[in-house]
């Protein structure tokens, strides 16, 4: 690591000439951020997704990180929309039901219901 560590630094080595892991230990140290970061391979699936994406935000066509962080973002609102849309049906179902079974158990129903009971 100290290798690498020297090597960057001194501008020797490029981090695209390293691969994807260029060793065991952590080399993030060059990334400017303290935010969790999160790998994703390129399955055929999120290739074609990143192409859609591309046709869609043309301007950001040629930067992949920028596009995944798009779709993400549109994922987010879909989801959100969907749960606000999920949350309002139940409330319209509560406020439709609310009070249809009023007056359908007489008084003292509970107290006969509960004599029925075992001890």
Do not use: K
């Amino acid at each position: 690591m100290e290798r690498f560590t020297r090597a960057y630094q001194a501008g020797d080595v490029a981090a695209g000439e390293l691969g994807v892991a260029p060793t065991p230990e952590c080399y993030t140290w060059v990334v400017p951020t303290t935010r969790r970061r999160h790998v994703i391979t390129e399955t055929d699936e999120i290739v074609r997704a990143l192409d859609d994406a591309a046709r869609r935000w043309p301007a950001d066509g040629g930067n992949r990180a920028r596009l995944l962080a798009r779709l993400v973002e549109e994922g987010h609102r879909a989801v959100v929309g969907q749960l606000e849309r999920a949350a309002s049906a139940r409330r319209d179902a509560i406020a439709r039901t609310s009070g249809v079974l009023t007056g359908a158990y007489g008084d003292g129903y509970l107290a006969d219901l509960r004599e029925d009971w075992p001890e």
